[in-house]
Nanobody, 120 residues
Framework: QEQLVESGGGLVQTGGSLRLSCAAS????????VGWFRQGPGPKREMIST????????YYKDSVKGRLTISRNNAKNSVYLQMNSLKPEDTAVYYC?????????????WGPGTQVTVSP
């Protein structure tokens, strides 16, 4: 059973940067794909970036390409999301999740989320 905890959220001005971290406590985290999701004021939680277990395959939602960078350090059981050139529309609760199946849909483990607020 994986337990995930996000950190690094906060309040930042437009154009600023934040680095989110996702720390895992399980022993098999390094075998899982990890994704970052966010949920803004609306009801839908959207997937914005994913990384393969070895870190060699990455996905980014079109709206964040060129501004966000996902990475992982398996020795530290951690995944990171570097966010640059932030915009007010990036304001959301950001979640990390782990996919033990590897099919891109089995996001079985979730962290509690961290709030990111971008002021105009």
């Amino acid at each position: 059973q994986e337990q995930l905890v996000e950190s690094g959220g906060g309040l930042v001005q437009t154009g600023g940067s934040l680095r989110l971290s996702c720390a895992a406590s399980g022993r098999t985290f390094n075998d899982y794909a990890v994704g970052w999701f966010r949920q803004g004021p609306g009801p839908k939680r959207e997937m914005i970036s994913t990384i393969s277990p070895a870190g060699n395959r990455k996905y980014y939602k079109d709206s964040v390409k060129g501004r966000l960078t996902i990475s992982r350090n398996n020795a530290k059981n951690s995944v990171y999301l570097q966010m640059n050139s932030l915009k007010p529309e990036d304001t959301a609760v950001y979640y990390c999740a782990a996919d033990p199946v590897g099919d891109g849909a089995s996001w079985d483990f979730w962290g509690p989320g961290t709030q990111v607020t971008v002021s105009p």
